[in-house]
């Protein structure tokens, strides 16, 4: 179902429309928070309220949301992601050292971080198929290897073996070579 | 400086992420109980499973309940109040004419609190005046600002006197793919597709929807259906025939006189594609009579169709794009074949902060009546809100109601209702009640001949905090006021009807 169809049986009928948010979305929406949270300290319960959080609040902000400036898909994953960081925060939960994080890019100084985004995003598109899909999924999602092998009918080793390689293309595109 | 692929993705937009998460599709795990985020997500968003005769039977139950808990533990209290009320009402020679014992303490309340925040308290200090216009609506200086100036661009021609059709005593329900209808006479009827909405005239009842008819490109098509009233039965089921991949978000209406008008938005791309205003008239056999299209590539959405003596009017949004992107609203006549003769804007925020959503619309006795919805930009209201305090208890989802909350939602949202004088095409009149809600449906003419206007004086308001930070939940009055021919207000009922309302 396209988004404004989504939106129209939403506010006509919210309890159909929460059906098919759910079918649509819930399962994205818990991967994406579970990626966040730590299934073994929070459970799979916590992580269905803030799925259920994620999406209570899109139908009570439904109003402000604009199909036109994004996919509700895209809205729901900042909203969810969100909602982890904030529990992580209640949780005063360090933030993980990522200084020696695989995915870190050594970038200029004086580069602005939206012409960055920019950048990375182009980059990432220039990738292809299955490598710009594996990133999203590995960095933004923040789904396990296993997950993502599982999803793209490929195994865990291979996702590993590409996702380490797109990085290194990406680092490489980010800083002219410089890494 | 380092920084991580995951945190720059994080600080995206979320249309910056759309063309990469398009093709990413994610199960639900086996560990994750889906229908248990479903059932959470609803009860968090105030929305129940179960029918809207059901919710409104709880709601009036819940209400009945509180106002009984109330009553019984504050027996003592109210009594030494509601004499004391008495004797003040006395003392000042009020009138207590028609007034119930919580009228009475509640306008003694209002009064020696100088709150005035209660149209009651309004009536009893101003009795003399009940009859005449503006007794219990003020008609404000914001209201005067609702056309911006663009109503020199107005031109919506001689009216004649059209009604605007039966507003319906009982409810039609939209459970799954079917209609249920409550009252004395329960139908129920199964239908092959999706409809989103109806109207009632003349015995019948026009539903309309768009649906996929492609499953493979998501391509939509609209449907409209007419079903007789008194036992449900469909009488016809047609899909608009179009040219288009996608010819949806269809508004329509079924006028007195038997004539069924379409309006839908229609395209072949959604995103980069051009789109078309696409009119159609089907006549009571689901025949179409008249059928015109013209590329209106502003309209986003189309919100109500009112028919005119001369063609017909629309609301409908406009999006503008650029510097982050926005919506403005938008009347718009067409004439009988369809075609757009004018538009005009009537909403945009004005000088106090106001913005206005049109709720309602009828052509009555040679003038066009448009009632909205005023809400300014809360600035004041969640001044309220103790975010540092929030009780973390996910069990509870609203702080309940409060008289702060009610007295704060009073004072940022008004109904309006705007009086449109053909001779110059130029709003003559605003009636405004301030802490009130526009209904929809809310403008009919009665059996005299008056135009009736309803409006949903906020009687409780609460916070939810937990459904979500910025979430007013509340209940409404409704009050029932009488304009004459003259458009002089004669007539306010305070009725027992309660809406509930979620902002």
Redesign the interface.
């Known amino acids: 179902?396209?988004d404004?169809?989504l939106i129209?049986?939403l506010k006509?009928?919210?309890?159909?429309g929460?059906?098919r948010?759910?079918?649509q979305y819930?399962?994205?929406l818990?991967?994406l928070i579970?990626g966040r949270l730590s299934?073994s300290r929070h459970g799979?319960?916590e992580?269905?309220?803030l799925?259920?959080?994620?999406?209570?609040?899109f139908?009570?902000?439904l109003k402000d949301f604009?199909p036109?400036?994004?996919?509700i898909?895209?809205?729901l994953?900042?909203i969810a992601?969100n909602k982890a960081t904030d529990a992580l925060r209640k949780e005063k939960v360090a933030e993980l050292p990522?200084?020696d994080?695989e995915?870190?890019?050594?970038?200029?100084?004086d580069?602005e971080?939206t012409d960055?985004?920019e950048q990375?995003?182009r980059e990432?598109?220039a990738l292809g198929e299955p490598d710009?899909?594996i990133?999203?999924?590995k960095?933004?999602?923040?789904?396990s290897s296993k997950d993502i092998a599982a999803?793209l009918d490929m195994t865990p080793v291979n996702v590993d073996t590409r996702a380490h390689r797109a990085?290194k293309k990406?680092k490489k595109a980010l800083t002219g070579g410089a890494q | 400086m380092k920084k991580s692929v995951s945190d720059l993705l994080n600080n995206c937009q979320p249309q910056e992420l759309d063309s990469f998460l398009d093709a990413v599709t994610v199960k639900m795990p086996e560990e994750a109980d889906g229908d248990r985020i479903r059932a959470l997500a609803m009860q968090k968003a105030g929305v129940s499973p179960k029918r809207r005769a059901l919710r409104k039977v709880a709601l009036i139950a819940a209400c009945i309940t509180v106002v009984a808990a109330i009553l019984v533990g504050c027996y003592v209290a109210e009594k030494v109040e509601y004499d004391n009320a008495v004797k003040f009402f006395d003392l000042n020679d009020l009138d207590t004419e028609g007034m119930s014992r919580d009228d009475i303490k509640r306008v003694y309340r209002d009064i020696t609190t100088e709150r005035f925040q209660y149209d009651d308290s309004y009536t009893v200090l101003n009795r003399e005046d009940y009859h005449v216009e503006g007794v219990a609506i003020n008609i404000t200086n914001n209201a005067n600002n609702m056309n911006n100036g663009a109503i020199e661009s107005l031109s919506v021609g001689q009216f004649g006197a059209v009604g605007h059709g039966d507003i319906p005593d009982d409810t039609l329900y939209f459970v799954d793919d079917e209609f249920q209808k409550s009252g004395k006479n329960v139908w129920r009827t199964k239908l092959p597709h999706y409809y989103s909405d109806y109207y009632i005239a003349g015995g019948k009842a026009l539903i309309w929807g768009s649906y996929i008819y492609d499953e493979a490109h998501d391509y939509m098509h609209t449907s409209v259906a007419l079903i007789d009233d008194k036992d449900g039965a469909i009488l016809w089921e047609k899909t608009l025939d179009s040219k288009y991949h996608f010819d949806e978000d269809p508004q329509a209406v079924l006028t007195d006189d038997g004539r069924i008008a379409v309006l839908t938005i229609a395209t072949d791309d959604r995103f980069s594609g051009e789109n078309y205003l696409v009119f159609r008239e089907l006549d009571l056999n689901g025949k179409i009579v008249k059928e015109h299209e013209q590329r209106t590539d502003d309209i986003y959405y189309t919100n109500l169709l009112t028919p005119l003596s001369d063609g017909w009017l629309a609301v409908y949004d406009k999006v503008f794009c650029g510097g982050g992107s926005w919506t403005e609203s938008y009347l718009l006549k067409l004439d009988k074949n369809g075609i757009i003769q004018n538009q005009w804007r009537f909403s945009q925020n004005d000088s106090d902060g106001y913005s206005y959503e049109i709720a309602d619309m009828i052509e009555h006795d040679g003038k066009l009546f448009v009632c909205a919805q005023a809400r300014s930009n809360c600035s004041t209201l969640y001044e309220n809100a103790d975010y540092e305090n929030i009780p973390e208890n996910t069990d509870s989802l609203a702080y309940g109601f409060t008289d702060k909350w009610r007295d704060a939602a009073r004072k940022e949202f008004s109904a309006v209702l705007l009086v449109f004088e053909p001779k110059d095409n130029k709003p003559e009149r605003f009636y405004t009640v301030e802490g009130a809600m526009a209904l929809t449906d809310s403008l009919r003419v009665d059996d005299d001949g008056n135009l009736v206007w309803q409006v949903g004086r906020i009687v409780k308001c609460g916070w939810a905090p937990w459904a979500n930070s910025y979430s007013l939940y509340g209940i409404t009055r409704r009050y029932d006021y009488t304009l004459d021919s003259n458009k002089k207000l004669i007539k306010q009922d305070r009725t027992n009807i309660f809406n509930s309302f979620r902002i």
């Open positions: 179902m396209g404004r169809e129209k049986l006509k009928n919210p309890a159909k929460f059906d948010l759910t079918a819930g399962g994205l818990y991967m579970r299934l799979s319960s992580i269905e309220d799925v259920a959080d994620t999406l209570s609040d139908y009570l902000h604009r036109e400036r994004c996919s898909k895209s809205y994953c900042v992601r990522l200084e994080a995915d870190m890019i050594d970038v200029a100084d580069i971080e960055l985004r990375l995003l990432i598109n710009s899909e990133i999203i999924r960095y933004y999602l923040g789904l999803a990085v990406l």
